[in-house]
């Protein structure tokens, strides 16, 4: 099997507590981050993009206020990521600085991944943080989301961002190399290199957490890589403690890759076209529907007329003059606002609604072509 992270296009590495922080000191494992960097910078140079989704920020922030080992309480885990989160930011910004990269801290909840607002709000500002160059550090805002802390859904956070932002790789490093048929160790257990898809029998060898700093488990990660396969991501689970762990998958070390069977677009389109129900209609000239018929996005100049009520984020149909559905799509903007750019240069947009949205009312990635040839 060709390793999939090698021809990513844009790639998703989760951390884990006990690879950032040694567990005795409660210090940060700078040479340890810095030959992860060095992966990270290796996968830019090779043409993907690269988002970071990191754990730590308890971890770190716990010794500096003192805190006793063990399970804190639930304040406690919320007083120490506060204090973590500002070295865990600093020490990413630093390691990528020495490489001339960019980092960016993101702090957010699984909420924001769901809420659609919110979830578009994400998406945008990660999409302008990579085309810029920047690199996203992803971590959960622990200090407001009591439920990550208290189940520990890094791991599926970061497959949701792989989701958000049609990644096609997403690479979970942890404590083990991988999934086996019964827990690490014990007598039977059975190495799983490849899975194609999630059936009861996987869901069914997932075990209990298995790190003391870290609060996921193989069960957070099944469920990661039921989001990841859905959104056509390919996942890795594999061992990090290792120096260069990106590199060494690369060069053939043990893991678990599960295996997505359509193309992250793909998927997208797919959801598009036959899951969700448009609220709303735009009707578009003929030069803009050969124009979507090419691939291209739809501009605000191609529309003549906008039906219904509508957010942005909703589904909406592209009809033509003659009345013929020709696709369907997310749409850029509200209703009001869609309705004040129609038939207007992007150029334009400003001065008529007050402000620079995105210069597609909506964009090819969000769009599937119903009527005629696909995008």
């Not at 980092?103 to 999409?127: G, H």
């Not at 120096?243 to 998958?249: D, E, F, G, K, S």
């Not at 909703?314 to 003659?322: A, E, L």
């Amino acid at each position: 099997m060709t390793n999939p992270l090698a021809r990513a296009r844009r790639a998703v590495v989760k951390v884990g507590s006990t690879l950032l922080v040694d567990g005795r000191t409660g210090t940060l494992k700078a040479s340890w981050l810095a030959s992860l960097v060095d992966d990270l910078a290796d996968l830019r140079v090779g043409g993907a993009e690269v988002i970071v989704v990191s754990s730590g920020a308890i971890a770190l922030g716990r010794r500096s206020l003192g805190l006793p080992r063990g399970k804190l309480r639930l304040e406690e885990s919320q007083a120490a990521a506060a204090v973590g989160q500002i070295a865990l930011a600093q020490a990413w910004a630093e390691a990528f600085r020495v490489r001339n990269i960019v980092a960016a801290q993101v702090l957010v909840t699984l909420t924001d991944t769901e809420e659609r607002r919110r979830y578009l709000n994400a998406r945008a500002t990660l999409s302008t943080l990579l085309a810029q160059g920047a690199v996203p550090v992803i971590n959960e805002n622990d200090t407001v989301a009591t439920s990550e802390i208290r189940y520990g859904d890094n791991d599926r956070l970061a497959a949701r961002v792989a989701s958000m932002t049609g990644a096609d790789s997403l690479v979970l490093l942890s404590d083990v190399d991988g999934l086996y048929t019964a827990p690490p160790g014990r007598r039977g257990a059975t190495f799983i290199a490849e899975v194609r898809a999630i059936t009861p029998e996987i869901e069914a060898m997932a075990g209990k957490p298995v790190s003391g700093l870290g609060s996921g488990g193989m069960i957070t990660k099944i469920e990661a890589a039921k989001i990841a396969l859905g959104a056509g991501c390919h996942m890795a689970i594999a061992e990090g403690h290792a120096m260069h762990p990106l590199r060494r998958i690369g060069e053939g070390a043990r893991c678990t890759w599960f295996l997505a069977e359509a193309s992250a677009l793909q998927s997208r389109k797919r959801w598009i076209a036959g899951t969700l129900q448009p609220i709303g209609r735009l009707v578009v000239d003929d030069g803009a529907a050969a124009a979507l018929a090419k691939g291209k996005s739809l501009l605000p100049a191609g529309v003549r007329r906008i039906d219904g009520d509508f957010a942005r984020g909703d589904t909406v149909s592209v009809v033509s003059i003659k009345g013929r559905e020709i696709g369907r799509g997310l749409v850029a903007y509200d209703a009001g606002d869609a309705r004040r750019i129609a038939g207007l240069k992007s150029a334009d947009i400003e001065r008529a609604i007050g402000f620079r949205g995105r210069d597609e009312l909506i964009h090819r990635d969000d769009l599937v072509l119903t009527g005629g040839e696909r995008p």
